[in-house]
C-alpha cells in the first residue's frame, strides 16, 4: 500500500548538503549540472524551473497573496547541490557536455572547473537492455545483487566524503528494451532472489532503484523504462518510507500534447487523427533507433490521449482516434529535436479542419529545469514524511505512476492545480479551488 503524506505534516529543514546522484551522465544530466553552475555564478536564470521561478497564490485574489514557490516551502537551495553520478563513460562533466554539443563552448568554459569537479563511477550497464550502446566504464561484480551492493557501496562513500545530510537519486541514462512485470516483481523477496540468480526481469534501472530505496534515497525516473513501477519496489519504498515518483521527462512534444489536448477537449471539439513524428540525432536518437526501446517510449507517449480525451465517455467526439507516433535518429541534429503534429479536429456539424505544430525544441535544455524541480521536491517529500508513489509530482512526467487502482492525469493544467494544492496542503493552507462565487456574495 502507497502512502502519500502523514496526517500531521512536520517539515524537516533543508540544513546542510543535498547530494544529487545521477545515474547516466550524458547530456540532459551535464546540462542540468551546468546550469545550476551558471546560475550560481550569475551567468544564466533558470528558466523552466517551477521551484525557482513561478509563484503560488495563497488565499484569496483580493488577497494579493503570491510569493514564490522556493519562498514558501523550505526547499534546498541550489547553492547546497552536490552533484555524482554514473555513466558507461569514463569522461568528467566537461568532457561529456562538450561532447554533447548543447551548450555554447565559451559558456562551457567558463563552467570548467565545475564540471571538470563531477567525474562518473562504473556503471552498472548491460547491453541487452539497451542494444546501440556500449561503454568502457562498467562494474564487472558476478552477478546483479553484488551489483546492487556495489551501487549501495557508491551512494554510501558520495555521502560520507562529500559530507552530505541527503541525497537524492535521478534516472537520466537511456530508455531500456520493452518489459513487463513479471514473477520477480511481484514482492521485495522475490525481488532479491531474482537479483542474487540474475534474472533477466531486472535491468539496471531497477538495480538502481533497489540500491537508491535501500539507502533511504528518494528515486525519480526520468525515462520510460518500469524500474520502480512494480509491486517489489513500491512496496519497498513504502516499507523503507522513501518517496518514488517517475516515468519519463515530459518535455518537447508530448508537453505540447498535454497543453493542447485538454484545451480542444475543454471545447468539446472531436478529433478523428493525431500523427506525431520526430527527428534527432543526440544518443537519445540512437538508443531509440533499436526497436525494443523505441516499443518502451511508444507505450508512454501514445497513453497521453487516450487517458486525456476519455473516449469512453466521450465516443461520438473521440471513439475513433487514429494516434500515431514516429522517432526517427537522424545524426545532423544532434540534440535539436524537431518535431512535427498534425491534428486532424471535428467541429459543429462534423466539418473538418486541421491543427499543425512545428515545435524546433532542445530536448536537453527543456529536461535540465525538469531535473531541478524533481530534485527538490523530492527532497522536499522526504522531508515532510511523504513516502512511496508522489503522485503530486505528475506535472513532470509522460506517464505519471499512481497506485495500481487509479488511472493517471495527463491533464497538464489539472497536475498543476494538484501540486500547488498538495504544497498548499502540508504548510498548513486552503487548496484553491477557483470556484469564485466568494466573491460575488
Known amino acids: ?9 512536520q517539515i524537516e529543514p533543508a540544513d546542510g548538503k543535498l ?4 545515474p547516466g551522465l550524458g547530456a540532459v ?3 542540468f549540472i551546468a546550469g545550476v553552475a551558471a546560475a550560481r555564478k550569475g551567468l544564466g536564470k533558470p528558466i523552466g524551473s517551477l521551484t525557482q521561478m513561478s509563484t503560488i497564490r495563497l488565499g484569496k485574489r483580493t488577497d494579493d497573496h503570491s510569493p514564490l514557490i522556493k519562498d514558501f516551502v523550505p526547499l534546498a537551495e541550489m547553492d547546497d547541490l552536490v552533484f555524482g553520478g554514473w555513466d558507461i563513460h569514463g569522461e568528467n562533466a566537461y568532457e561529456t557536455a562538450k561532447r554533447a554539443e548543447v551548450l555554447e563552448p565559451a559558456l562551457l568554459e567558463e563552467l570548467r572547473e565545475d564540471l571538470e569537479s563531477v567525474k562518473p563511477m562504473k556503471a552498472v ?5 539497451v542494444r546501440n550502446l556500449e561503454g568502457p566504464h562498467v562494474k564487472e561484480e558476478k552477478n546483479k545483487w553484488e551489483l546492487a551492493q556495489a551501487l549501495v557501496e557508491d551512494i554510501q562513500s558520495f555521502k560520507k566524503s562529500n559530507g552530505l545530510n541527503r541525497v537524492v537519486m535521478v534516472w537520466c541514462a537511456s530508455t531500456e528494451t520493452y518489459m513487463q512485470e513479471g514473477d520477480g516483481h511481484k514482492t521485495p523477496a522475490d525481488f532479491e532472489k531474482a537479483l542474487k540468480e540474475n534474472d533477466p526481469c531486472i535491468p539496471p534501472s531497477m538495480i538502481y532503484a533497489y540500491a537508491a530505496l535501500k539507502t533511504g534515497v528518494p528515486f525519480a525516473n526520468g525515462a520510460p523504462n518500469l524500474t520502480v513501477d512494480i509491486a ?4 519497498l519504498a513504502t516499507i523503507q518510507k522513501v518517496p518514488i515518483a517517475g516515468k519519463d521527462f515530459k518535455t518537447g512534444q508530448t508537453l505540447m500534447k498535454t497543453i493542447i489536448a485538454p484545451g480542444l477537449k475543454a471545447r468539446m471539439l472531436g478529433i478523428e487523427g493525431w500523427f506525431s513524428t520526430n527527428i534527432l540525432g543526440n544518443v537519445d536518437g540512437l538508443v531509440l533507433d533499436d526497436p525494443g526501446s523505441f ?3 511508444e507505450e508512454s507517449k501514445l497513453s497521453v490521449l487516450d487517458v486525456i480525451l476519455q473516449p469512453d465517455l466521450y465516443p461520438d467526439l473521440y471513439k475513433d482516434l487514429n494516434h500515431k507516433v514516429r522517432i526517427n535518429y537522424y545524426p545532423p541534429r544532434k540534440d535539436n529535436k ?3 503534429d498534425n491534428i486532424d479536429i471535428v467541429g459543429w456539424m462534423g466539418y473538418p479542419m486541421q491543427i499543425k505544430i512545428n515545435f524546433l525544441c532542445r530536448d536537453s535544455i527543456l529536461a535540465a529545469p525538469v531535473v531541478l524541480d524533481l530534485v527538490l521536491f523530492m527532497d522536499l517529500a522526504k522531508r515532510a514524511g511523504m513516502y512511496g508513489i508522489q503522485e503530486w509530482l505528475s506535472f513532470y512526467w509522460k506517464s505519471p505512476m499512481t497506485a495500481p487502482e487509479l488511472y493517471p492525469e495527463h491533464d497538464l493544467f489539472i497536475q498543476l492545480s494538484k501540486m500547488k494544492n498538495t504544497l498548499r496542503h502540508i504548510k498548513g493552507e486552503d487548496p484553491i479551488t477557483h470556484i469564485g462565487l466568494e466573491y460575488y456574495k
Do not use: D
Open 1 to 9: 500500500m502507497t502512502r502519500l503524506i502523514q496526517e500531521k505534516v
Open 19 to 22: 547530494g544529487v546522484l545521477i
Open 29 to 31: 544530466a551535464t546540462t
Open 125 to 129: 550497464f548491460m547491453r541487452e537492455y
Open 232 to 235: 517489489a519496489l513500491r512496496e
Open 295 to 297: 516499443k518502451t517510449k
Open 338 to 340: 524537431e518535431s512535427w
